[in-house]
């Protein structure tokens, strides 16, 4: 094992470990958390998928560890929100210099619905869309193209435009019991010692 790859298949250019391809200092991500592009080079994942995410707003993006990115999954931050505070949803203050406004009212122009937290274990579908300020829990599942503006239970399977829950992964007390398991968060070697029983969902077999 060896989180710090950037390509952790053999042969295989559209898949990465995305902590390991962006630089921002608002964008985190996790150990192992991958990300395949079919279409770009995935290691233009902070260009092309996380965007209107300037640093006058301060925003950031958390993506935790063991996540599954999918091709053309999108972030949305502040700046695609213009303000509807105002009369006019017109960016006025982006433009100061043509209107003579103060510049230090740029981030006005837009709401500022905050940061985007995806948890762990969470596989994100291909081309959904994830909004400024929403939270994903812990094993959630995004379903392909859909939009997620509100916030996302864990262990919750999501689908549609706005998204809705369609049904949690698995009952309350098993959500309870890996919540509290945290696996991710177990030292890399018990990891691959229980790989069997993870996979096959053995709670009897983990060690």
Same mark, same amino acid.
């Given at each position: 094992?060896?989180? &710090? /790859?950037?390509?952790?298949?053999k %042969?295989? $250019?559209?898949?990465?470990? /995305?902590?390991?391809v962006?630089?921002?200092?608002f964008?985190?991500v +996790? &150990?192992?958390?991958m990300?395949? #592009?079919?279409?770009?080079d995935?290691?233009d994942?902070q @260009?092309?998928n996380?965007?209107?995410?300037?640093p006058?707003? %301060? #925003?950031? /993006?958390?993506? +935790?560890?063991?996540?599954?990115?999918a091709?053309?999954?999108?972030?949305l931050?502040a700046s695609?929100?213009?303000s509807?505070?105002?009369l006019a949803t017109y $960016?006025?203050?982006?433009?100061?210099e !043509?209107?003579e406004?103060d510049?230090? !009212?740029?981030?006005?122009?837009?709401e500022? =619905? +905050?940061?985007?937290?995806? %948890?762990n274990?969470v596989?994100?579908?291909? !081309?959904?869309?994830?909004l400024? %300020?929403?939270?994903?829990?812990? +094993?959630?599942?995004?379903?392909?193209?859909?939009v997620?503006t509100? &916030?996302?239970?864990?262990?919750?399977i999501?689908?549609g435009?706005?998204?809705r829950?369609? =049904?949690?992964?698995? &009952? #309350?007390a098993?959500?309870e @019991?890996?919540?509290?398991l =945290?696996?991710w #968060?177990? $030292?890399e070697?018990?990891v691959?010692?229980?790989?069997?029983? /993870?996979?096959a969902g053995?709670?009897e077999?983990l060690v």
């Open positions: 094992m060896n989180a &710090d /790859l950037i390509y952790p298949r %042969g295989d $250019p559209q898949t990465v470990y /995305l902590k390991n962006v630089d921002s200092p964008i985190h +996790g &150990d192992y958390t990300y395949n #592009d079919f279409v770009n995935p290691r994942f @260009k092309n996380v965007l209107y995410h300037y006058v707003n %301060g #925003d950031a /993006l958390r993506i +935790g560890r063991y996540c599954s990115v091709c053309g999954a999108k972030f931050f695609a929100f213009h509807m505070a105002s $960016p006025f203050p982006i433009f100061f !043509e209107w406004l510049n230090t !009212e740029i981030a006005s122009a837009w500022h =619905r +905050g940061d985007i937290t995806v %948890g274990d596989w994100i579908g291909y !081309e959904a869309v994830i400024a %300020g929403v939270t994903v829990g812990d +094993g959630a599942i995004i379903g392909s193209r859909a997620v509100k &916030d996302v239970p864990p262990y919750t999501m689908g435009v706005p998204a829950p369609i =049904r949690r992964r698995f &009952d #309350d098993t959500v @019991k890996l919540l509290a =945290r696996w #968060d177990w $030292p070697a018990r691959k010692q229980n790989l069997p029983a /993870l996979t053995k709670w077999k």
